[in-house]
């Protein structure tokens, strides 16, 4: 049966059709903001891959109060247009260009964000370790633009595809964060090998320049996570 069959008979289908949502995946930055209370305190916040807009539609609805006369701001990058959303600046761009990353500070007024979420994936060719792979890089690309805009103790959430060599992610996130926890919320199907990292109180070392030029640090000793839900 296709993938579409199976969407029509998933219940989180139904309820983003029901409550307005762009895609299911809505569901998923609910349920970890339920487990890690991310939203607590955030007044600037960035959604990297945010298209189609299902997790900005979230943050907006989450952190804007309708009357509130200096609303938190959400800035939603990706490299294809989206359909507007309120509270929410939209900027079409590159995550691993410096580029994107100043214009995302320009918008905070120098400031940096308190939140930084991605939940891009690339189109799953089927072949697992490519698969892994290539969203591995997309992970490292979204952890390198955020060390330019997150402030420290801020807090990072991306998707990872759980797999026989995230090892040395989770070494590599832990280099920059305290707190670095392997989540799947209930919307995640079972059959799927995506996971969420929440990586919380971000804290790079000591000295650390970012850089997009420069590759993320190649570590290779173990990390071990909790996984939660």
């Known amino acids: 049966m296709g993938k579409s069959s199976k969407d029509k008979r998933d219940i989180y289908y139904r309820l983003a059709k029901e409550n307005g949502y762009r895609a299911r995946s809505a569901f998923k930055l609910l349920q970890i903001n339920e487990h890690f209370n991310i939203f607590k305190d955030v007044r600037n916040v960035v959604d990297l891959c945010a298209a189609p807009g299902s997790w900005s539609q979230v943050l907006s609805q989450q952190l804007i109060k309708e009357g509130d006369q200096d609303p938190p701001k959400i800035i939603a990058v990706d490299l294809q247009a989206m359909a507007p959303l309120p509270g929410v600046i939209q900027y079409q761009g590159d995550i691993t260009k410096t580029s994107t990353a100043e214009k995302i500070i320009s918008h905070f007024q120098g400031g940096l964000a308190d ?17 892994e792979y290539i969203q591995a890089q997309l ?9 330019h805009i997150l402030r420290t103790g801020g807090t990072f959430v991306a998707k990872i595809f ?33 996971a969420f990292v929440v990586c919380q109180n971000y804290s ?15 570590l290779s000793y173990s990390i071990h996570l909790l996984l939660t839900f």
């Open 115 to 131: 939140l930084v979420v991605c939940d891009g994936a690339p189109d799953v060719t089927g072949l697992h370790d490519m698969d």
């Open 204 to 218: 790079p070392p000591e000295g650390y320049v970012p850089s997009m030029v420069n590759p993320m640090m190649d």
């Open 162 to 194: 759980r797999g026989k060599d995230i090892t040395l992610l989770y070494a590599q996130l832990k280099l920059f964060f305290k707190t670095v926890t392997c989540s799947k919320p209930r919307s995640s199907r079972n059959s799927s090998v995506e």
């Open 139 to 147: 992970l490292l690309a979204a952890l390198n633009i955020t060390t």
